[in-house]
């Protein structure tokens, strides 16, 4: 088999890598943000740089205080919020000219009158710490310098972050696997038999790069996220936002306290049957407005409850992708449990086929987009140089 009907493989067994690795992306993301992993590491690795003892005080500093979110349970009534709790969402990131500014105000502020920076930092460190004493060191050989102390401490910070990153990313790795690995054995997603239902079934083949080639053009990899083109739809919405800006800015300031803590809904609701009687012919103002105040809404719970609404995005995303895509691309392939066969139709391959998805999906949905990309590409001069 060759030429057009094995790039066709090809597309196939991309897509179906690419559509788990977003599926597989999406539940790291919803963990993360419920276990607060990124921010409990980045917290953990500021901790090693500058002991226990500074690393709290740094955290109530205000400059680092903007990056913390209030959060807690949220009592999601027919049409009410209450706030019950709160809890600080650790950061995920922190600019290195604030967190630098931020320590060394802290230090300013807990050593005593007279005190140098690294006789302050030295007094700290009862258990040897490595951090304070580069920090001790750095203070050292600019002679008290605020400004070149501060300098130093940023390059510190900026090559820090860099070995966290890549270490982040290595470890992350492992963990697409093992999810990638567990969705694989979850829905049954064997490589091996895909191939041979993408070799053997040409109508499954090519209804399955109809979806892939539909995806492409759907889609595009946006600073490593893959999101939906801009549409006309999208454009209309920009539009007609900026026709009642004034209208929606007004509501913003007047309205943001009652959306959060009364009945946001149905103030709503009475607000577009004020302003456009059911009698106008102005169906689409009140559909902004509508939308508008939405979004309003969504932005105060944002503001809130940051963990909450990042999950629940996450979730229907992943609902999304799933009834949208996935589902259409395993009735395609055939793939899943059948429970009326024996062993649910498990092959003795079958743990070889699931451990390279799992190795598959561990590559990344950016990456195996862009691929998908390239070799949609190049099926299409193919067949534009056959036709001509």
């Known amino acids: 088999m060759f030429g057009i009907e094995a790039l066709n493989i090809v597309i196939g067994l991309i897509f179906v890598y690419l559509l788990f690795s977003l599926f597989v992306s999406i539940i790291n993301e919803i ?56 809890h600080g969402v650790l950061p995920d990131e922190i600019p290195p000219e604030d967190f630098t500014k931020a320590l060394i105000q802290t230090i300013r502020n807990e050593k005593e009158k007279g005190q140098s920076i690294s006789e302050y930092l030295k007094s700290l460190n009862t258990n040897s710490s490595v951090g304070l004493n580069y920090l001790s060191s750095l203070a050292e050989e600019v002679d008290e310098d605020l400004d070149k102390f501060e300098k130093e401490v940023q390059d510190w910070y900026n090559k820090v972050m860099g070995y966290a990153s890549d270490w982040y990313k290595r470890k992350l790795r492992w963990v697409l696997i093992a999810l990638g690995f567990a969705v694989a054995l979850a ?34 990899n946006e600073d490593g996220q893959i999101v939906l083109k ?51 012919a102005t169906s689409k103002f009140k559909t902004a407005l509508d939308d508008s105040l939405k979004r309003i809404a969504q932005d105060s719970l944002k503001a809130q409850y940051p963990q909450v609404v990042a999950v629940d995005s996450a979730y229907n995303r992943l609902i999304t992708l799933k009834e949208q895509q996935i589902e259409q691309a395993m009735s395609t392939l055939g793939i899943g449990w059948d429970l009326k066969k024996p062993w649910w139709g498990l092959k003795w391959y079958s743990i070889i086929g699931w451990m390279i998805t799992a190795l598959a999906i561990s590559m990344g949905a950016p990456f195996w987009f862009d691929i998908l990309k390239k070799v949609v590409n190049i099926k299409t001069e193919i067949k534009k140089q056959k036709t001509g």
Do not use: C, W
């Open 187 to 220: 829905f049954n997603v064997d490589s091996i038999a895909i191939f041979k239902t993408l070799a053997d079934n040409p109508e499954a083949r090519q209804a399955l790069v109809v979806q892939a080639e539909g995806f492409v053009n759907d889609y595009e």
């Open 230 to 280: 801009a549409s006309d739809d999208s454009v209309l919405t920009i539009s007609r936002k900026t026709m009642l800006s004034e209208t929606v800015d007004d509501l913003r300031r007047s309205f943001i306290p009652v959306i959060d803590s009364l009945h946001g809904k149905r103030l709503r609701n009475e607000i577009r049957t004020a302003l456009f009687p059911e009698d106008t």
């Open 31 to 86: 963990i993360t943000s419920l276990l607060q992993i990124r921010g409990t590491e980045l917290k953990g690795i500021i901790q090693n740089m500058v002991s226990s003892e500074l690393v709290d005080k740094i955290y109530e500093h205000p400059k680092i205080k903007t990056f913390l979110h209030r959060t807690g349970k949220v009592n999601f009534g027919t049409e009410t919020f209450a706030h019950k709790e709160h």
